[in-house]
């Protein structure tokens, strides 16, 4: 069973910037897309960034465009999320998956994913 772990959350004011880290483990990391996502309080879970298994192809919500960057780095089987100009409405818990799917644009779908962290909140101030 494939385990991930998110970590680098915080609280940071807006305008700041954090940087996800999602570690896998007893996986080929290689093999797998990666996703990120996101819960605020009250509300659905939602995409907010997906890699394909070699790095080559990226999926962004509108929402975080311009803002927010995904890499991942096979060799250490981890998966990043530098967010920049953070705003109070980007205040979540944070998830990243794992998916086997190689059509890049289903990574939108959580359907796609088969495994999940725990999760690490982020919360911006105003």
């Known amino acids: 069973q494939p385990q991930l772990v998110e970590s680098g959350g915080g609280l940071v004011q807006a305008g700041g910037s954090l940087r996800l880290s999602c570690t896998a483990s007893?996986?080929?990391?290689?093999?797998?897309?990666m996703g990120w996502f996101r819960q605020a309080p009250g509300k659905e879970r939602e995409f907010v960034a997906a890699?394909?298994?070699?790095?080559?192809?990226?999926e962004y919500a509108d929402f975080v465009k311009g803002r927010f960057t995904v890499s991942r780095d096979n060799a250490k089987s981890t998966v990043y999320l530098q967010m920049n100009s953070l705003k109070p409405e980007d205040t979540a818990v944070y998830y990243c998956?794992?998916?086997?799917?190689?059509?890049?644009?289903?990574?939108?779908?959580?359907?796609?994913?088969?495994?999940w962290g725990q999760g690490t909140q982020v919360t911006v101030s105003s």
């Open positions: 998956a794992m998916s086997q799917t190689v059509i890049t644009s289903s990574l939108r779908n959580e359907e796609a994913y088969g495994y």
């Open positions: 007893r996986v080929t990391f290689s093999n797998y897309a």
């Open positions: 890699i394909s298994m070699d790095g080559g192809t990226t």
